[in-house]
Nanobody, 115 residues
Framework: QVQLVESGGGLVQAGESLTLSCAASGSISGINTMGWDRQAPGKQRELVATITRGSTKNYADSVKGRFTISRDNAKNTVYLQMNSLKPEDTGVYYC?????????WGQGTQVTVSS
């Protein structure tokens, strides 16, 4: 099992920045892809960004140019730097990791962007 603990969410105004962090623990050997999903109120969960162990990155079109995903393999931690936040970025952000074909998610951290 992999345990994931997210931190860094909060309430900000449009145009401001936040950085989310997610630390993995437990059975962490073999973790490949790490990433973030989000779910806005009344909407389906959507992929925000992913990063492989080799640092190949993928972003949702809606966040390209504003969000940056990174990871520290030594600390088993993934980060999401979010700049120029918009009200439509509001939602619960979930960290996720892939390990040997299985996926694990954290409990989520709330991000609220006011206009």
């Amino acid at each position: 099992q992999v345990q994931l603990v997210e931190s860094g969410g909060g309430l900000v105004q449009a145009g401001e920045s936040l950085t989310l962090s997610c630390a993995a623990s437990g059975s962490i050997s073999g973790i490949n892809t790490m990433g973030w999903d989000r779910q806005a109120p009344g909407k389906q969960r959507e992929l925000v960004a992913t990063i492989t162990r080799g640092s190949t990155k993928n972003y949702a079109d809606s966040v390209k140019g504003r969000f940056t995903i990174s990871r520290d393999n030594a600390k088993n931690t993934v980060y999401l730097q979010m700049n120029s936040l918009k009200p439509e970025d509001t939602g619960v952000y979930y960290c996720n990791v892939g390990r040997f074909g299985l996926h694990y998610w954290g409990q989520g951290t709330q991000v609220t962007v006011s206009s």
